[in-house]
């Protein structure tokens, strides 16, 4: 069968996987633990086989949403976790021993700055590069080296990292390379392509989409040879080595660890997965005309938003994400502006701290997220105290532009 569109292989897929009784929805599992008929089966279960024995390690639910996942990043594998944090925490955590040496991004979700530090305390040295340069990422190299970690996009400030430049180096120095592809979702960012060993997603964000379920996956491309990676433990060298990395993450992660998603999280992600396109489209071309207007506004000082041509990154941005450009925008309003006064006067946009939701949602970042790190640090990452993030949702378009324009009038 030639290969299907990428929404027509989500929307099909529980189905070709042949759901009990014709269901068009793969069902809600809810048992903790599986029985077998067989003495023999349940061994090899245990040792390796396909198959599900205590759901802290999945259930056919997790597993046919991780196949979703699987077929959107165009990859060889997916284990899912409770939320993208989860996710994140049992990549570093299962790979990442102390002595080693891992290469980040500076630009980077704020919990995830925070995860790195605690993963320093127990002896990981990190160092934090501008990754918008591969340049940087090289020079920061160390015999230790074993990861390099960046996002597809940041939040808030919309940098977007050399994805091509950092996979293309991590090749030649084998090393694994973790993309975080949260902001823009793998609609946008085929990040198999520039050479991502493993993919992080948040599925409460996009993938999710309508702000009724935390989930987070991660996903092995099939491209890194593992044999090559020194923390693989002995039991999980077998089969193919591109398997062993993703095997020890959810040997490791999900029964060491523990934060497993359940099966209503994950039946309530793959239904709003079948709408990710639709969804995605309309909220790129919905930011695009919010950006193009505020960016006229004479009381905006700045918008940052990759669609447009003052962007730093908008050639990149154009290359990598398939002439779409996301629903992540930075507002600087004019200094003589109460950005508090603002807010309550907006009527459509919701104040809530969330991303990739059906509703347009705005924060001011120094007054809430980015308020712990205080003014010297804040001025060193370029918030100032009138920028605004807002996550574009599916609204139609001219009650977000008419939202603004009333509140800033
Ligand atoms: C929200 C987010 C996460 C964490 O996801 P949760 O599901 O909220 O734990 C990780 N990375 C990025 C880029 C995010 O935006």
């Keep these: 069968m030639a290969k299907n569109g990428f929404t027509t292989t989500i929307v099909h897929s529980d189905r070709r996987a042949s759901v009990e009784h014709g269901a068009i929805h793969k069902p809600m599992h809810p048992s903790s633990e599986y029985a077998f008929a067989d003495s023999r089966e349940l061994a090899a279960v245990f040792q390796g086989k396909a198959g599900f ?33 989860a996710a994140l925490a049992a990549t570093f955590f299962t790979l990442l021993k102390a002595g080693d040496h891992l290469i980040s991004s500076q630009h980077i979700f704020g919990n995830t700055n925070s995860l790195l530090g605690t993963l320093a305390d127990l002896g990981v040295s990190v160092t934090m590069v501008d990754a918008t340069d591969e340049r940087n990422v090289a020079a920061a190299w160390r015999p230790e080296t074993r990861m390099v970690f960046t996002e597809s996009l940041a939040n808030p400030g919309t940098q977007i990292a050399d994805l ?11 090393l694994v390379y973790v993309v975080d592809n949260t902001l823009v979702s793998p609609l946008l960012c085929k990040t198999k392509e520039v050479g991502a060993t493993l993919i992080v997603n948040s599925l409460s964000k996009h993938i999710g989409g309508h702000g009724n379920a935390l989930g987070g996956a991660v996903t092995d491309t099939g491209l890194y040879d593992w044999s090559h990676y020194p923390n693989i433990a002995e039991p999980y060298r077998k089969g193919s080595p591109t398997s062993w990395g993703l095997t020890q993450i959810k040997k490791k992660g999900l029964r060491d ?16 997965a079948e709408t990710l396109s639709l969804r995605m489209h309309k909220i790129c071309a919905n930011a695009l005309a919010l950006a193009q207007a505020l960016a006229q506004h004479p009381k905006v000082a700045k918008v940052h938003y990759p669609g447009m041509p003052d962007h730093p990154q908008h050639e990149r941005a154009r290359q990598l994400f398939g002439g779409l450009f996301g629903g992540l925008m930075g507002i600087e309003l004019a200094d ?27 924060l001011p970042m120094a007054h809430t ?12 990452m370029g918030i100032s105290d009138n920028f605004l993030r807002v996550s574009i949702g599916i609204e139609d378009a001219q009650d977000l532009i008419g939202d603004f324009n009333q509140a800033l009038a």
């Design 164 to 174: 091509a430049g950092i996979g293309q180096w991590c090749k030649e120095k084998n």
């Design 257 to 272: 660890m523990g934060g497993t998603l359940s099966s209503e999280a994950a039946h309530r992600l793959a239904v709003g």
């Design 336 to 362: 003589d502006i109460d950005v508090f006064d603002f807010l309550n006067r907006l009527k459509v946009l919701a104040l809530a701290t969330h991303l990739g939701d059906n509703r347009t949602l705005v």
């Design 369 to 380: 997220i980015y308020y712990e790190m205080g003014p010297e640090r804040r001025a060193l």
């Design 53 to 85: 024995t205590y759901a802290r390690q999945g259930t056919p639910t997790t597993a046919a949403l991780e196949s979703k996942i699987s077929q959107m990043e165009g990859a060889a594998g997916t284990v899912s976790f409770a939320t993208g944090m």
